[in-house]
């Protein structure tokens, strides 16, 4: 059984910063690309970054490029999403995925999702 717990939410004034976590069990993590996705109310879950399964690729959505940071730590089936210099925009509930193939930045690539965590930043 698959399992995705996100962690390091919460609530920062802008400029902060905040690292969200992804804990994955149940499969071979490493064997697996792994993906940061974001809802906020009233809009469309929406792709923010991705790293690949062997971790030399990574791609940000253009809103968070140079902001956030995605990496992964196979030994502890981790993948992290280093968020700098946040904004009132990037206020949403956070989703990190898993998946192999398809398209890096559809969410249709990934069959298994984490219940999500809350990042709030005030103005």
């Known amino acids: 059984q698959v399992q995705l717990v996100e962690s390091g939410g919460g609530l920062v004034q802008a400029g902060g910063s905040l690292r969200l976590s992804c804990a994955a069990s149940?499969?071979?993590?490493?064997?697996?690309?792994m993906a940061w996705f974001r809802q906020a109310p009233g809009k469309e879950r929406e792709f923010v970054s991705v790293?690949?399964?062997?971790?030399?690729?990574?791609h940000y959505a253009n809103s968070v490029k140079g902001r956030f940071t995605i990496s992964r730590d196979n030994a502890k089936n981790t993948v992290y999403l280093q968020m700098n210099s946040l904004k009132s925009e990037d206020t949403a509930v956070y989703y990190c995925?898993?998946?192999?193939?398809?398209?890096?930045?559809?969410?249709?690539?990934?069959?298994?999702w984490g219940q999500g965590t809350q990042v709030t930043v005030s103005s």
């Open positions: 995925a898993q998946g192999r193939g398809g398209s890096l930045g559809n969410s249709l690539s990934y069959d298994y």
């Open positions: 790293i690949t399964w062997g971790g030399g690729n990574t």
């Open positions: 149940g499969r071979t993590f490493s064997n697996y690309n």
